[in-house]
């Protein structure tokens, strides 16, 4: 299983950025997809999943910023992150299961002004 994680960089309060995870190894379109993050010091969060059909769920702290989807024809999912906080500073990993168990190696998000 590999699971490729990319898009992070430093933006400023407001800004948007784009994550991509490219995945492989397993049957992409028969799976659920997570994106989780971990900022230093605190434990791994679970910022969004989205279902096989499309059906999705955000942690409180982004819902109405942060927008998930998938391309199954591209084993790709994407989070679309708006209106980025300094609090969403951290790494993010996609993953193809909700703890995180089986995840890539993370992609660096860091907000600041």
């Known amino acids: 299983v590999q699971l490729q994680a990319s898009g992070g960089g430093l933006v400023q309060p407001g800004e948007s950025l784009r994550l991509s995870c490219v995945a492989s190894?397993?049957?992409?379109?028969?799976?659920?997809m997570y994106w989780l993050r971990q900022a230093p010091g605190k434990e791994l969060e679970r910022v969004s999943g989205i279902g096989i059909g499309g059906n999705s769920f955000y942690a409180k702290s982004v819902e109405g910023r942060f927008f998930i989807s998938r391309d199954n024809d591209k084993n790709t999912v994407y989070l679309q992150m708006n209106n980025l906080k300094p609090d969403d500073t951290a790494l993010y990993y996609c993953?193809?299961?909700?703890?995180?168990?089986?995840r890539g190696q993370g992609t660096q998000v860091t907000v600041s002004s």
């Open positions: 190894g397993f049957t992409f379109d028969t799976y659920w």
């Open positions: 993953a193809r299961d909700s703890q995180g168990f089986v």
